[in-house]
């Protein structure tokens, strides 16, 4: 059902971009200002102060239910809500993309000689601060354990590239170490940055690495919260951690509470039950009435979800790129966006988000023209047929167009494409299919001719996008991957793989700049919209901060507070 | 008696083992699994998700899963969850006594209140008050119960505040008997309105069964109070069929309620159900499955058997 709350997210979040809306927010959000399209919204200088010790408790209203507890396992955005706050990476990314240091005393880079020229030999010095939430220190041995125990064959990790590359772990003492790397690889400061320690001397004697049932039952990390309790299907209890090595915290208790129904989560916003709204945030439709509540602040945060329209490019209509730019140019972008998405999320062009350090701001701007794409259509030899639909060798232009079903601000957003594509003699029909279905094999497989989706291309702050748009990623070809178009441009094969080998950033921007201009106009997908949340806070409690970079938006709590 | 236990086991077994072959097959036969919600997770490749399928046992034959979960199963043990690893027996007993004490209440309201509707229905048949009855069971079983607990909140809590708007408790504070109370009447309010509508409707019509037979005749005849006639003689008889009826609801006591559970946040074994479905959570969706048969067949079981003691004509054999 992830999938289907991540449509949710998708489909009910919103992002600002016309002054007026900008005007309006700020009106309504005053704690918030805007600081450009870069960094988009940021706390403005806060009025109140955290208390000395952690007071009071902020209930988190989540739509879905986080279950995994061993981070290192397969797992889903909402359970990284509780990562954040149970347990720590080496190094954290802020909202413009930084690395922090965490578990770190410094983030290695090259300036520093963390990571040496060649990009190979790297040298971490651990925060000699931090303790596990039993009181055993936090040593390189933890991080040693880390690693290898994602490199065990045996154990079900959920990611693995990247780590998959570090050998020759020495540990130079309890706060200090080195390893080496296969090859250099560019993203893996950004993989490091969502990796979650947990510590080696409670796993290491478990009988079943994927089953031990101690720690589930009582995760211990180094994070600002403690585990208290868990109530399935209910609720997760965190209580301060006053050994915290880093800011805060300054809540004495963070509780996530599990609210299934979005309709139901919000009338439990309006009520004073939940406290804050994260990860899949108010529905669009929900977004006026909100905005008028009483000592709420209800704000748009982007998020970094690309929604588009992916094309099977191994289906033989979809090969002409006159087809994809002539559906391109009947997509009327603003009135999907306007009138289906409540005017808020902002169109865009590019697979990464705007606030992302490689985004290319310079991309052609898509204009709704159905005139001009008839005239696409004619001079590549489309002809209309009898009944109207376009013809060329035989083969008619017809396709299904699916999502998952039951997510109505998908279907109407699908109802409009239908309408102004039939206008151009392109005939699809909805074909929606339960979440488990579409995201299994018809997804990945390709079995697919077009599918409307959200996507976050990027790995974490990173723009590598290997995964979505190197030809070697293609499934049902044999490759390993995510690349679901089927597309393959050795140009962007090149561009991948030079970004991700190098550190430097400014080669990586420029490869990823360009790579950019490629898929704009090959079109492997239809860019709409980058997604928002409509983020409800309770009026006084304070710190959070939106952040693209990360996947959900309760990284901060250790920071959140209530003010006086 | 011991040979109708005997022959009623050997039936439940075979019962038993016919519908997990069912669920497993339909289950497993539907398009997706466990993995799709990783499908779209950034850094997760499909060859991360390949891998873990393969150690986790999902791309072996059917045939072969099966054989095993049931060989584990007759070992007494019902697996793990995939979600959060905990044994499924765990996972479900965690759920039994907030299912437990929602439809325990909810029940109790209806059987009250459906049973009292039942018998002044027939009483007095066609009056005003057994039409209103009537229209009004109706009513309550074609009112989807999804609006109907979301006006509730809204008149309730959102606009009056005098309920809370779903949980089990207050989010975050003591849990205290009277904070229990109060989150329960709602939930039970919405839930007990179908069952009402269900009880009073059956009572009416065994009610009026009962008052048309010979024995009340005679019993008025006697020169019995009329109270007499209608309370004693005639509900203790119109109560039998009852009883088949309650033996019916007795995996519902247990099973909860799916809607009402999502509406009101109320973490039962509804939502439990309806959790596991959408992840294709298997082992635990199986384990539901075989514990609501088991439940059923027990259900049933004592049914027939309070039938046979509260009525002398019927034998068990």
């Known amino acids: ?564 | 008696m011991a040979n109708f236990l005997l022959g009623r086991l050997l039936q439940s077994l075979v019962l038993l083992f016919i519908v997990s072959i069912i669920g497993f097959a339909v289950l497993h036969l539907a398009p997706g699994g466990p993995l799709s919600q990783f499908a779209l997770v950034p850094g997760l490749s499909k060859e991360d998700l390949a891998r873990i399928a393969h150690e986790m046992g999902l791309d072996r034959p059917l045939p072969v899963q099966y054989w095993e979960w049931l060989t584990r199963l007759l070992g007494g043990d019902w697996g793990h969850s995939y979600r959060d690893n905990q044994p499924v027996l765990a996972v479900i007993g965690g759920r039994l006594s907030a299912t437990l004490e929602l439809m325990g209440a909810a029940i109790l309201i209806s059987v009250v209140v459906g049973v009292w509707i039942g018998v002044m229905g027939a009483i007095r048949s066609y009056s005003i008050f057994d039409m209103l009855a009537t229209v009004g069971a109706m009513v309550a079983l074609s009112i989807p119960t999804f609006w109907f607990g979301l006006i509730v909140i809204y008149a309730f809590s959102v606009h009056l505040g005098w309920l809370p708007p779903g949980n089990r408790t207050t989010v975050g504070s003591e849990s205290t008997f009277l904070d229990y109370l109060h989150h329960l009447i709602a939930p039970a309010m919405v839930l007990a309105l179908v069952e009402v509508a269900i009880w009073s409707r059956y009572m009416r019509a065994s009610m009026l069964d009962v008052i048309n037979q010979d024995y009340i005749r005679t019993a008025r005849a006697k020169g019995l109070p009329e109270r007499t006639v209608l309370w004693h003689h005639a509900l203790r008889n119109a109560l039998l069929p009852m009883i088949a009826l309650a033996g019916v609801e007795i995996p519902t006591l247990l099973g909860g309620a799916l809607v009402t559970e999502t509406v009101f946040t109320w973490p039962g074994m509804g939502r439990l159900l309806l959790d596991s479905l959408g992840y294709r959570d298997y082992p635990v969706v199986m384990g539901i499955l075989m514990f609501s048969a088991l439940l059923a067949l027990l259900g049933n079981l004592f049914a027939d058997i309070f039938a046979a003691v509260a009525d002398p004509r019927i034998r068990l054999t």
């Open chain 1, 1 to 564: 059902m992830s999938e289907d709350r991540k449509n949710e997210i998708r489909s009910h979040t919103l992002l600002t971009t016309t002054r007026r809306h900008l005007l309006a927010l700020g009106a309504s959000a005053g704690a918030l200002a805007w600081a450009g399209p870069k960094a988009g919204w940021i706390a403005s200088a806060k009025a109140a102060t955290p208390p000395s010790k952690p007071t009071g408790q902020a209930v988190i209203g989540l739509s879905q239910e986080p279950t995994v507890f061993l981070p290192l396992l397969a797992h889903i955005e909402v359970d990284e809500g509780v990562y954040f706050n149970l347990f720590s990476p080496l190094w954290r990314v802020d909202e413009k993309g930084s690395f922090q240091p965490d578990l770190v005393a410094e983030v290695p880079t090259l300036k520093n000689g963390g990571i040496s020229a060649d990009g190979l030999q790297w040298h971490l010095k651990l925060n000699d601060k931090a303790k596990w939430h039993d009181g055993t220190p936090f040593s390189a041995d933890d991080v040693k354990f880390n690693i290898e125990l994602i490199q065990n064959p045996k154990f079900l990790a959920g990611r693995r590239s990247g780590i998959d590359l570090i050998q020759d772990i020495k540990v130079l003492g309890p706060s200090e170490l080195t390893f080496t790397l296969k090859k250099p690889y560019a993203p893996l400061p950004s993989i490091l940055s969502w990796t979650f320690l947990v510590p080696k001397h409670l796993l290491e004697k478990a009988s079943d690495i994927n089953k031990p049932e101690a720690f589930l039952a009582q995760p211990v990390g180094t994070g600002a919260f403690k585990w208290v309790e868990r109530v399935p299907g209910d609720h997760i209890t965190l209580s301060a951690n006053d050994a915290y090595h880093g800011t805060g915290p300054y809540l004495e208790k963070l509780i996530f509470k599990y609210v299934p129904d979005l309709t139901v989560l919000y009338t439990q916003f309006q009520t004073g039950d939940v406290d804050y709204i994260g990860i899949q945030g108010i529905t669009p439709d929900h977004y006026e009435e909100a905005k008028s509540l009483a000592d709420r602040h209800v704000t748009p945060v982007p998020q970094p979800f690309i929604e588009n329209i992916a094309f099977n490019l191994g289906n033989p209509i979809f090969q002409d790129p006159a087809v994809r730019e002539a559906l391109y140019l009947a997509m009327d972008k603003q009135s999907i966006i306007e009138q289906i998405y409540y005017g808020l999320p902002s169109p865009t062009e590019s697979f990464l988000p705007k606030q992302s350090w490689a985004f290319n701001p310079d991309l052609p701007k898509q204009a709704f023209d159905q005139e001009k794409a008839k005239k696409l259509l004619d001079d590549a030899g489309w002809k209309p047929g009898a009944d109207g639909v376009r013809e060329k060798d035989g083969k008619r232009l017809e396709f299904l167009n699916s999502t998952t079903a039951g997510n109505h601000v998908r279907e109407q957003a699908q109802q409009l494409l239908q309408q102004t594509w039939g206008d151009i003699g392109a005939k699809m029909s909805i074909k929606n299919l339960p979440p488990a279905v579409m995201w299994g094999d018809y997804w990945n497989l390709s079995q697919f001719d077009t599918t409307m989706v959200g996507i976050d291309f990027m790995v974490g702050p990173d723009p590598d996008a290997t995964q979505y748009f190197a030809s070697t990623g293609i499934v049902a070809k044999g490759g390993a991957g995510n690349n679901t178009t089927q597309y393959a441009n050795p140009d962007v094969d090149k561009l991948l793989a030079e970004g991700a080998a190098t550190v430097d950033v400014e080669k990586r921007r420029a490869a990823y700049m360009k790579m950019q201009e490629l898929t704009r106009k090959d079109l492997p997908f239809l860019p709409i919209f980058q997604y928002a949340m409509v983020q409800g806070v309770k009026g006084k409690l304070e710190g959070f901060t939106p952040n693209v970079n990360v996947q959900e938006n309760c990284w901060n709590a250790s920071t959140w507070f209530w003010a006086n």
